[in-house]
């Protein structure tokens, strides 16, 4: 039986209201869904180019702004 999502592990919301999935129940369950989530930890293995190197770049980009990756 799947257990009930927890706010602050499993999801926020952000500022606009909306649900945020954490790298956490990405990790959980276990595949990329190819949607562009900001948490994938998959690298946004399925989701189509070219929106899957923009997001791979963009990813880049807040790491190095935020001094890590």
């Known amino acids: 039986m799947k257990q009930p999502l927890v706010e602050k592990i499993d999801f926020y919301y952000n500022a606009q209201g909306y649900m945020v999935f954490t790298e956490k129940f990405h990790l959980d ?11 994938c930890p998959f690298d946004y293995e399925k989701v189509p180019e070219p ?3 923009s997001l791979l770049a963009q990813r880049r ?5 935020n001094g890590n990756r």
């Open 29 to 39: 369950r276990g595949f990329c869904c190819g949607n562009g989530c900001k948490h």
């Open 61 to 65: 980009e807040e790491g190095k702004n």
């Open 51 to 53: 929106k899957r190197s």
